[in-house]
Structure formats: structure tokens, C-alpha cells
């Protein structure tokens, strides 16, 4: 049988500067990784598990960094290629996708009762938990993928996999990061993409930090028992055996695979580098998730704070970065899914420009709070608005309606979507002028104008409707927009204590 040996074959999709594309083996995409624009893989969640791993196998090869000098070292000089070399050599005979004793990422002696489709491995294709729309695959009889597709697809089941309560094996539960938006900054090419999110780990964590490959797999009746366990660092966690699996190939390729809940992490109060945090009264402190509220209205939980619950890596790209301006990583790629218990929903993959002021002085964090709460304050406005316009028709007279009916008239209407979908454009533009030379309060008029706008726009979207229809629409309306009128007037007011201020200072 082909040892499909991870370290050599292609399997790692990426994409180059000049926008063609290859698949390489582990050792080739980090000797190419000055040249490679980035790893890429139609599946966001692929994206964000094969980035984990190869940053596990710069943890183990180099032994470190260890501190920040170590790091920015680093960061100057490059990836020691001869170091990486050696590493994989040495642990080669644990990157066979096929071994008889340690095959790469899966249980040897797994027997399963039941063999299963490859299509478990993937949200995209898994229809336990949700056939997706426009996936044409048979779940029944899907056929065989190519080693390199599965191994792909186990990458990411390990990172992403959440509990659904169905296993042969003891049940255990969801991966360590499975629910939480994990972010990336993104640097000129691949080396510095991976050197950025390299963060330092202490010294004495480095030696027993070990990935998947250097221990010995568990065994079935371990397995069957259950296993739990914190995790010993990066390189363990990113590598973390969530799920039991066991590839069966067929000559063709993966058709079927043993399948079964795998090792329960017991480290919850552990913080992931690649997670934002925020402290949520009552319960503690939270890793950023998507939700249906977009993302970007969390932004300011992206950006470093004196709490430090901002994402480690964000932090140590901006620390590493700073005595290399041209490599400072203009972007951020967030990826993830969201879930409801089992049910994977959707997952998504979302770009930021990172304002390159956070290099400076300046409060960054702060200022874009600022701008977010003016949103959301806006927004209540027009919450208000569109609440009264709705109780009014529907009462029609002296009923008070209940409040549920209320808020199911105001889901329909098309105001506050149309509010926030305007902004987010004005947003991702804000952050593209947001630096160190720039004026707060220049920027922060061109923010107000957009919220004006915004919500100017979203009200008379409702207003064009509104009037077609009878009198109590009509009373209705009339009575709503007056939040609007006075929301809009306060707006008003500050652009033009701005604009007086801004006149001044030309003085």
C-alpha cells in the first residue's frame, strides 16, 4: 500500500503571488513559504486547521520562541530551514497517512462496528447535523475522495468538530476552539502569516508540549473508558484528538472511516492565541463567536487592551512588526462556524484591513468603541421607530398589543438589515484610513455622516412602503418618525461642533 507520507506528498493547497495555485507537502510549503501569498482551501475551517498545524511543527522543530527577543529574531532572519529539516526527518515515520503503527492523526487497532462515509469528516457534507443546501452528495453513497481531500478533512474535524452525543466510543465533547472565531493576521506572503501567530510559549512548557505525531496513539479499550486532559501547549492543542478515526482506503482513494468521539480537553480556562475575549457578567470570560449579528460590530475586541483579552496573536504581530513597517499585516482573515448544540448553522471566513495606527500611541480599541456605540445608539433610534410604528397599526385603536407580536412585525421590516449592511461598507472604509497620521476627529465626522446616512436611508426604505398604505399606516408612520427627526438633529449638532472645532484648528 502507498505510505502517503504527509511530509512529501501534495496535499497542502496554496496560492502564489501571482495568483497560481499548487498543493505541496508539509516540508516544501514551508521551504516555499517566502514565496506562497497564502494557504488556501475552499473550506474555511480546512483554512484554519492546516494553518494550526504547520505552526505545531514550527513549535516542535524550533523549540520555541520562547520570549519575544527570540521572536522578532526570528521574524528578521526567517525560517531556519535546516532545523525544520531535521525535525521532520526524524519524526518522518509519524507522518504516514497509512502506517501500521502509527498512522498519522488516527487509532491503529479502531475496529469500528460500523464503517462510515468519508462525508462525516465534513460540515460541508456531513448530514447528521444538517444537509446543506446545493450539496449534491449522497451521503449514502458518496464514493471516494483523494488521500489528500481526507486528510484535509481530518484536519479540520479535530479543530472543528462539536458534540453531537453519538459515539461507540466513551462520548466526549466539543473540540477546544470549535465554537470561537479564530483570527489570523495575514502578512506579505506565508512565512510571515506564520511567524506572526508564532506567539512565545515559557520555556518549561516547551519540552512536554507535543503534538499529535509524538505521542503514542490511545488504544481502543483507553478510548472506550474515556480520556481527559488538559493541554500541555500550542502544539497539543492545535493538534488536539477531538474525534477517533481510522482512514480505510479502497485503492481509489477514502471511501469509508472508523468514526468515534476521541480525547475530552479539560482546558476551558486556557486562553487560544488565535481567540478574541470578552468579559460577560455572570459568566466569565468568552471567546468572540460568530453570530447573526455581524461580526464586525465586535471589532474593538480584535485590537489589544490593557485587559490583554484580545487575541495573542494580534498582539504579538503588532510587537514583532513594529521594526518592520512594510510587514506589518495590513489584514486579518477570521474564520469559523457557528452552532446551535450540534447543528452546525453555517461557517465563514470574513477579511479586516488592521488599522496600522495600533503601532503608535493612539487608543485604538477605545476609538473604535466609540464608533460602534454611536452605531448602536443610532440603531436604538430607529429600534424605537420602528417598534411604535408597528404597535400603532397594529393596535389600530385602544389595544395594546403583546409584545411578541410587536417585535415579529419589526423582524420583518427591512429598516434596521439595510442600517447595519450600509455601515458595515462604511466600516471596512473607515478602517482603511484609520492611521497614525490620521485626524480622530476627521475620521470620526466621516463616521457620523455615514450613521446619518445610514440611518436617514434605512427609515425612508420603510417610508417609500408606508405610504401606499390606509390612515392608520399613514398616522403610524408619522408618529414613528419622530425618533428619527430627533436622532437625526442630535447627529447634526455634533457634526457641527466637529466642524467648528476642525475650523479652529485651520486658525
Known amino acids: 500500500m502507498k505510505e502517503f507520507n504527509l511530509i512529501d506528498e501534495a496535499w497542502i493547497p496554496v496560492r502564489f503571488q501571482d495568483g497560481s495555485r499548487g498543493e505541496f507537502g508539509i516540508l516544501e510549503t514551508l521551504r516555499r513559504a517566502p514565496d506562497i501569498a497564502a494557504l488556501e482551501d475552499p473550506s474555511p475551517l480546512v483554512t484554519a486547521a492546516l494553518h494550526r498545524l504547520l505552526l505545531a511543527v514550527l513549535y516542535r522543530a524550533l523549540r520555541g520562541p520562547c520570549d519575544i527577543d527570540e521572536a522578532r529574531a526570528l521574524f528578521k532572519s526567517g525560517l531556519p530551514m535546516d532545523r525544520i529539516e531535521a525535525y521532520l526527518q526524524e519524526w518522518r515515520h509519524r507522518f504516514g497517512l497509512f502506517n501500521e503503527t502509527h498512522p498519522f492523526g488516527q487509532i491503529p487497532d479502531f475496529e469500528p462496528k460500523s464503517w462510515r462515509a468519508w462525508t462525516v469528516l465534513a460540515a460541508e457534507h456531513n448530514a447528521d447535523n444538517a444537509k446543506v443546501l446545493f450539496d449534491h452528495i449522497d451521503v449514502q453513497a458518496p464514493g471516494s475522495i483523494p488521500e489528500a481531500e481526507a486528510t484535509r478533512w481530518l484536519m479540520a474535524t479535530q479543530t472543528f468538530s462539536v458534540s453531537c452525543g453519538k459515539s461507540e ?207 448602536q445608539t443610532s440603531q436604538s433610534a430607529l429600534w424605537s421607530a420602528c417598534s411604535t410604528y408597528a404597535r400603532l397599526l397594529i393596535a389600530r385603536g385602544e389595544r395594546s398589543p403583546d409584545k411578541k407580536d410587536i417585535r415579529a412585525f419589526v423582524d420583518q421590516m427591512p429598516c434596521i438589515p439595510a442600517y447595519w449592511s450600509s455601515l458595515e461598507a462604511a466600516f471596512h ?79
Open 169 to 375: 466510543l466513551s462520548h466526549t465533547g466539543t473540540a477546544p476552539s470549535a465554537t470561537a472565531a479564530l483570527l489570523l493576521p495575514l502578512g506579505m506572503n506565508l512565512q510571515d502569516t506564520l511567524l506572526l501567530s508564532l506567539v512565545p510559549q515559557s520555556r518549561h512548557l516547551i519540552e512536554d508540549d507535543l503534538p499529535i505525531w509524538e505521542r503514542e496513539p490511545e488504544r481502543v479499550e483507553e478510548l472506550k473508558q474515556g480520556i481527559e486532559r488538559e493541554s500541555c501547549g500550542l502544539a497539543d492543542r492545535y493538534t488536539w484528538r477531538t474525534r477517533s478515526v481510522r482512514f480505510q482506503p479502497d485503492g481509489e482513494g477514502i471511501k469509508n472511516l472508523a468514526f468515534a468521539s476521541g480525547i475530552q480537553s479539560t482546558s476551558q480556562d486556557q486562553l487560544d492565541p488565535m481567540q478574541a475575549y470578552r468579559e460577560i457578567k455572570d459568566k466569565g470570560l468568552l471567546p468572540l463567536a460568530f453570530q447573526e449579528r455581524g461580526l464586525w460590530r465586535e471589532f474593538d475586541t480584535l485590537l489589544p487592551d490593557q485587559n490583554d483579552h484580545s487575541p495573542q496573536n494580534i498582539r504579538h504581530a503588532v510587537e514583532v512588526s513594529k521594526g518592520f513597517p512594510a510587514r506589518f499585516p495590513a489584514t486579518v482573515l477570521i474564520l469559523g462556524q457557528s452552532n446551535n448544540k450540534a447543528k452546525i448553522e453555517y461557517w465563514r471566513m470574513e477579511r479586516f484591513a488592521l488599522p496600522r495606527s495600533i503601532l503608535g500611541a493612539r487608543f485604538v480599541r477605545e476609538d473604535i468603541r466609540s464608533f460602534l456605540n454611536q452605531a
Open 429 to 507: 472604509a473607515l478602517l482603511q484610513v484609520y492611521t497614525e497620521e490620521a485626524i480622530f476627529e476627521v475620521i470620526r465626522r466621516s463616521w457620523l455622516y455615514s450613521v446619518r446616512e445610514a440611518l436617514r436611508d434605512a427609515w425612508n426604505l420603510h417610508r417609500q412602503s408606508a405610504r401606499t398604505g390606509d390612515a392608520w399606516a399613514i398616522r403610524a408612520l408619522v408618529r414613528a418618525e419622530g425618533y428619527i427627526g430627533a436622532e437625526l438633529k442630535k447627529l447634526d449638532a455634533v457634526i457641527r461642533e466637529i466642524d467648528a472645532d476642525l475650523e479652529k484648528e485651520k486658525a
